[in-house]
């Protein structure tokens, strides 16, 4: 079980947890520095899924379009080619 532990951590899990507490610590430094606040990242997260959702029923609507005039060609030309591909065989 320590074996599976270690492989999938990439070390021992008490030195996993301080490489990621010394990592975490200047994360948050070079963020406050930087004046982002973890509220801010919520928020542009909040947003981008929302944007995304919004967006992403006004692309199917598009794909939907796309499709049928895409099957207006690629539907007969495989039709044709089926039939062609059938007569000499």
Known sequence: MSDGL???LGDTPGRTIVKLLILSVV???????MGVSPW?????IDNGIRDLWRSGFRALGSIGD????GA???VPVFVILRILNWRKS
């Open 72 to 74: 207006m060609i690629v």
């Open 6 to 8: 270690n492989r999938i």
């Open 40 to 44: 801010d990242l919520v928020r542009f």
């Open 27 to 33: 994360v948050g430094f070079v963020m406050s520095m």
């Open 66 to 69: 796309y499709l049928l005039v």
